[in-house]
């Protein structure tokens, strides 16, 4: 079991290193804190399916993402 949750462990710091990117992309457009990025990104993880990694369909991920900063 050990080896299984150090692999989901490694994905996971995958995915938040690939965010890091999309993050920057939004704070450059929204001219807002990374906090309240990270808080949409994670609000658009529960709203579409638990955990799922922008990156899946980052353009409407953004579409979404920068409307839910501007309500925040």
Not at 2 to 30: A, C, D, H, S, Y
Not at 53 to 68: N, P, Q, T
Request: aromatic share 8%; no cysteine.
């Amino acid at each position: 079991m050990i080896p299984l949750l150090q692999e989901v462990k490694k994905w996971k710091l995958e995915e938040i290193e690939r965010e890091k990117e999309f993050v920057k992309l939004v704070i450059g457009r929204n001219n807002t804190t990374e906090n309240k990025v990270w808080e949409a990104i994670k609000w658009w993880k529960l709203k579409n399916k638990w955990k799922r990694g922008v990156d899946s369909d980052d353009a409407k991920a953004l579409r979404m993402i920068e409307r839910r900063i501007k309500k925040i």
